[in-house]
């Protein structure tokens, strides 16, 4: 079978998380409250840094972009997972399971990047405070944005083109509430130990590489944060914890998924709901909840919208 055929006649059906009903409407009432908080928390930050100009620095111009990442991350296939427990509408395209491929990886490929380049923000601030100005300009922050997406936007075209080139002859059901190489190259026509070295080669090393420098720059921090005692250098470990629990909870799944490929799908689908849920929540939670500037910013944005109602004639 052809590309053009498969992309026309071929559909995957998505099995979900269960088979349960009453676990399905539980999993419909939870998946629907965090994906409405996810956005509408994210929304706040994007909106408050935007609107207030004493956040307009690096950290927060970065926080701003991983607020719009994580929001993307959440609605590239919680929204159909939700109408699909409604509807029992379980089926997706080929196109459509090739699209939630490339976003997957876009979007995760990004938020690795982003996350890196937060990493190094902090480190400069914290362990090179006299030339932060000067090392992460404006433009540096750009550069780093703009090469975080560039990178996705390749990693996830490699994945697609990777997709295309499988043959599909058998069964068609994907044991996961959305489409990603590691369930879908198991229903290819082709010997899966192959597909599973390439997938531990281009996403697997990739994710476990990028965690280990994460993770030393980390402890760089911690390290220099230790030997202060001052208010800011709390504030510092606080930022830096606060980071570093999103990039284990992020990372973490990504590593183990990609590595084992073959492992257990009833684990994997575990570990998909950390990244694509949980993880875009925790954005907003930490980055609002722990940090008084932008919780100092989201009364005055408040303040404002209440005295501009106020202001509007009856």
Known sequence: MD?????????????????SWELQMFFFMVFSLFYVATMVGNSLIVITVIVDPHLHSP?????????????SLASFAT????????????????????????????F???????????????????CKPLHYASIISPQVCVALVVASWIVGIMHSMSQVIFA??????????????FCDLPVVFQLACVDTYVLGLFMIS??????????????????IVLVTVKHHSS??????LSTCTAHFIVVFLFFGPCIFIYMWPLSSFLTDKILSVFYTIFTPIL????????????????RKLKNRLLNFNKAMPS
């Open 3 to 19: 590309v053009a055929n498969k992309s026309t006649m071929f559909e995957f059906v998505l099995l979900g998380l269960c088979n």
């Open 59 to 71: 950290m927060y111009f970065l926080l701003t972009n991983l607020s719009i990442i994580d929001m």
């Open 79 to 106: 929204p159909k997972m939700i109408t699909d427990y409604l509807t029992g509408h379980k089926t997706i395209s080929f196109d459509g399971c090739l699209t939630q491929i490339f976003f997957l990886h876009l």
């Open 108 to 126: 995760t490929g990004t938020e690795i990047i982003l996350l890196m380049a937060m990493s190094f923000d902090r480190y400069i601030a914290i």
């Open 164 to 177: 295309l080139t499988l043959p599909f002859c058998g069964p068609n059901e994907v044991d996961s509430f």
């Open 202 to 219: 281009t996403s697997g090393i990739i994710a476990l590489s990028c965690f280990i420098v994460l993770f030393h720059s980390y402890v």
């Open 231 to 236: 208010r800011g250098s709390s504030k510092a």
């Open 283 to 298: 954005n907003p939670i930490i980055y609002t909840l722990r940090n008084q500037e932008v919780k100092t910013a989201m």
